[in-house]
DNA sequence: TCAAAAGTGTTGCTTGTACACCCATGT
DNA sequence: ACATGGGTGTACAAGCAACACTTTTGA
């Protein structure tokens, strides 16, 4: 039995976490932001609001991004760029379904008129919440709430580092439309020149050759990321 | 077949990733900063150099900070405080004795005369290795390498945040020894009048009342954490 | 009195904030 | 012309880096 076979003995012989993924996917609507949260339809809690997730299938899934692709094509019926992956939580409490659960939480950010998310496998429907309101909001299934937060102090700490929130833009878009955005996440309003300056000393953007776009009043220059 | 018991099918239809802990443990010797490897006693990888880890146990573990702990009691005969959980990662191919292993990486940062570190299980000696080496060294099990390399990064980052490396100091320290300590993780010299301008301005150290410390010259007032 | 390290001060530059002001456009 | 949002400039404060300087100790 001392052999190098102990390993994989041990494997056998120790049941593994249930191990999932969790997503946060934020989006920014009526100038807040919202999570998408998922009514599931089956036990536990059948009927109760909760992040879409799924479990990992390391016979599908070449990795923990992998993973949050399939789930969220298999949830939303769509594909989600530039998840992001924020933490593991694990523990023997977690889940009814399992004695030991695992979950890897990733966030995405998405802008609201590109997601076409329909509720998919084991959800009754879907729902945009504020995320002030399911941070705190005790009725989620699992430790939910607990997630949401954590993945919007995680956004917010990105945005104030002027990490930018390319899932909530456009291809090309103006300064003020990026400046209100990163206010909206962060609930406060931001100096435009400041925002202006940081923007160019750290090349984050570039102007677009030529590109404008009107309204009643002066067009602005579009720029891209960088 | 289309009851509650869905999700629990799945679970045991599916097979879980095989599921482990991971431990950068990170420490300054000869005024750089080494992290310690493990010799493994056993295949996969026998006789190569790897992160000291071990497997998630459900039975045994109440969350991963916890798992995290147990492991390093078994393999290093120890207890380490303030440990940081990094990433995870996962696939098909990092360990050979799985179909798909998933790591929960940890960090942590240790005096090297507070550790009394002794090869436990699986593991045939320990050794102290230059991160410089380590996370370029294409010898080492598994990813080990890469986690080491993301481990320094991240450490390096904090530091530059000002987040003082608790673990690397003592209870009680001079304002020098913190600032030769950060100078050692950043492998950079800093400048003495701004790093104490930034601790008292983010109130990170509180002075010690009347204690000092003596040598062969002036004194220094001694701090502790606030 | 000298070396060594502690601790403080000065100067100049960079960055951030607040706010004012001009610019271009459609109505 | 004027309202509206785009875009730029200025003035002040805060913060940081480099460096010089003074202080306190044991030898």
């Known amino acids: 039995m001392k052999s190098s076979d102990d390993a994989k003995m041990a494997k056998k012989m120790h049941p593994m976490p249930f191990t999932r993924i969790e997503v946060v ?24 609001w909760a992040l879409p997730g799924g479990v990992v299938r390391i016979d599908l ?16 019926g769509m ?4 998840m992001e992956q924020l933490c593991a939580v694990g523990g ?4 009814p379904r399992a004695a030991w659960a ?13 997601i076409s998310a329909n509720p998919g496998k084991r959800i009754k429907s879907l729902t945009w919440c504020p995320v002030s309101e399911a941070a705190t909001d005790r009725s989620l299934a699992f430790d939910h709430a607990d997630l949401i937060e954590r993945a919007v102090k995680t956004t917010r700490a990105q945005t104030n580092a002027m990490k930018l929130p390319a899932g909530l833009l456009e291809k090309q ?14 609930e406060l309003k931001l100096d435009k020149s400041s925002f202006r300056r940081k923007l160019d000393s750290r090349d984050l953007v570039v102007p677009v050759a ?9 067009p602005a220059q579009l720029y891209r990321l960088t």
Chains 1, 2 share one sequence.
Not at 61 to 76: F, I, N, P
Not at 92 to 95: A, C, G, I, S, Y
Not at 102 to 114: C, E, P, Y
């Open 210 to 218: 030529g590109a404008t776009k009107g309204g009643a009043f002066r």
């Open 102 to 114: 695992l979950s890897i939480v990733f966030r995405a950010l998405v802008r609201i008129d590109k």
């Open 79 to 82: 594909e989600l760029p530039d």
């Open 92 to 95: 023997p409490k977690r889940d």
């Open 61 to 76: 899934d070449g990795s923990l991004e992998s993973a949050a692709k399939r789930v969220v094509a298999e949830r939303l």
């Open 25 to 48: 996917v934020l989006s920014i609507i009526d100038s807040r932001l919202h999570v998408l949260l998922a009514k599931r339809a089956e036990a536990p809690y059948a009927g109760k």
């Open 173 to 186: 878009f103006t300064l003020s439309d990026l400046q209100t955005t990163c206010e909206q996440i962060l």
